[in-house]
């Protein structure tokens, strides 16, 4: 036998003694490979889902539009003023739907990277603030669509001129929603983000509660630049801002109580 054959290690072995290395002696490009095989698998996954819902591309945006289309009157209908509208609009609206349907697998699997480098406290705090993050995120579109689109699509129509027929563009209408729903979803994670700053240490409840009525004018300030130019929709997204707030400051209390017991 060669001195060759004699040194080398079936890729098995030479896999499992590179994850015993510590994580903070282990080489940045396995950091790396490690980073891509979780992104392989993100990718798979959502190209998976993107195929599997394109077939019904069109009858989801038949129930996205399904809001607009019960305000408009008998006379309107959703145009399209650009000649690939009727298919990319459908085609972006289910690359949308595919992302949102993967985003548990996709924090997941951002969680299995970051998992070797936490401690077993951060470990056992941060998985239920990542399936909050989830959960919140999903209700937070849930409320856009079937609470605040169908009340800010009412107030629009209902102040146009009788003399103006109201016929929305395909592509302008699923940017409007789309941007609808990452504001809300986003702002339902102002409780997770407020449970973090307190965990680490940035504020404590008691600065919170003093600084109580900068941060609701603070909502709706910053309610009245990400919305549209309406006091309704202003409104919509300023108080579940506040009230997300008061949550995730209620949950920061007993988080701190249990730490100085």
């Known amino acids: 036998m060669s001195s060759s054959s004699t040194h080398q290690l079936p890729p ?143 107030f629009f129509i209902s102040v146009s001129p009788e003399t103006v027929a109201p016929m929305t563009d395909i592509n302008s209408y699923l940017a409007f929603c789309l941007k609808l729903f990452l504001v809300f979803g986003l702002t339902f994670e102002i409780p997770v983000i407020t449970l973090l700053l307190i965990l680490i240490g940035v504020v404590s409840t008691q600065s919170l509660i003093e600084k109580r009525r900068f941060i609701i004018v603070g909502c709706f300030f910053v309610a009245m630049f990400v919305t549209p130019p309406d006091a309704i929709s202003m409104i919509m997204l300023a108080v579940p801002m506040w009230l997300l707030f008061e949550i995730g400051l209620f949950f920061g209390k007993i988080i701190e109580k249990r730490k100085t017991a």
């Open 12 to 154: 098995a072995d030479v896999i499992d003694q590179q994850q015993e290395i510590p994580l903070e002696e282990m080489p940045i490009t396995r950091h790396l490979m490690i980073l891509r095989r979780h992104l392989f698998k993100i990718v798979g996954i959502l190209l998976l889902l993107f195929f599997c819902l394109l077939p019904f591309a069109n009858r989801t945006y038949q129930l996205l539009s399904e809001p607009l289309r019960a305000q408009l009157p008998m006379s309107s209908s959703m145009i399209a003023t650009d000649v690939t509208a009727t298919f990319m609009a459908p085609f972006k609206l289910n690359f949308f739907v595919a992302l949102m349907l993967a985003m548990p697998f996709i924090i997941y699997q951002i969680w299995a990277f970051a998992k070797p480098a936490l401690y077993e406290r951060e470990k056992t705090l941060a998985l239920p603030l990542l399936i909050s993050s989830i959960t919140l995120f999903y209700a937070g579109i849930a409320f856009a669509y079937f609470v605040a689109l169908p009340s800010i699509l009412h």
